[in-house]
């Protein structure tokens, strides 16, 4: 069974800095695609940035080019989200999941609220 625990959000004041962690269990976490999203107020929630299996590859929503960091840690199933320059805009629950999906089921996520 899918098993996907975000931490490390926060309340921060804007230009501040947090990292996330996501940690997964109940597949095999160094084959896969991992993924962190997010969701607003009163949004659906989005795509925000993508590392492969092997980590060679990035990809990241327009929005946080520059300023967010995605990483993994494939000996401790985990995947990390390095959150810099935040901005009120950032303000959002943010999830991790795999992908493709295959229907996993999404964590509880972790609220990271950026405001002065």
């Known amino acids: 069974q899918v098993q996907l625990v975000e931490s490390g959000g926060g309340l921060v004041q804007p230009g501040e800095s947090l990292t996330l962690s996501c940690a997964a269990s109940?597949?095999?976490?160094?084959?896969?695609?991992m993924r962190w999203y997010r969701q607003r107020p009163g949004e659906e929630r989005g795509f925000v940035a993508s590392?492969?299996?092997?980590?060679?590859?990035?990809k990241y929503v327009n929005t946080v080019k520059g300023r967010f960091t995605i990483s993994r840690d494939n000996g401790n199933n985990t995947v990390y989200l390095q959150m810099n320059s935040l901005t009120p805009e950032d303000t959002a629950v943010y999830f991790c999941?795999?992908?493709?999906?295959?229907?996993?089921?999404w964590g509880q996520g972790t609220q990271v609220t950026v405001s002065s």
């Open positions: 999941n795999r992908w493709p999906r295959g229907g996993a089921s």
């Open positions: 109940g597949f095999t976490f160094n084959s896969v695609e």
């Open positions: 590392i492969s299996s092997t980590g060679d590859s990035r």
